[in-house]
Nanobody, 120 residues
């Protein structure tokens, strides 16, 4: 059974930091590209950051560059999102995603999300 379980969300003041974790099970974690997405109330889900399998190359949405860092630990089947210098506009539900295309077929898994609220 595939599971992605996010944790680490919460309430933080502007300028603060949080570290999100996403623990994966039920699939070959190291083979999958992993990403973090977020969805704020009334807005569409957007990509925050991604990290490839293999080389672990990363990519970020422009508004997160320099503030957020995505990383993965294949030995622990976990992907992380370190978020620094948080702003109120970072408030959203953050979702973990696992993605792999094999022979033209996409395997795409999502976690249940973790709430991040940035407020004084």
């Amino acid at each position: 059974q595939v599971q992605l379980v996010e944790s680490g969300g919460g309430l933080v003041q502007p300028g603060g930091s949080l570290r999100l974790s996403c623990a994966a099970s039920g699939f070959t974690f190291s083979s999958y590209a992993m990403s973090w997405y977020r969805q704020a109330p009334g807005k569409e889900r957007e990509l925050v950051a991604g990290i490839t399998s293999g080389s672990g190359s990363t990519n970020y949405a422009d508004s997160m560059k320099g503030r957020f860092t995505i990383s993965r630990d294949n030995a622990k089947n976990t992907v992380y999102l370190q978020m620094n210098s948080l702003k109120p506009e970072d408030t959203a539900v953050y979702y973990c995603n696992a993605d792999l295309v094999v022979a033209g077929a996409r395997n795409d898994y999502w976690g249940q999300g973790t709430q991040v609220t940035v407020s004084s």
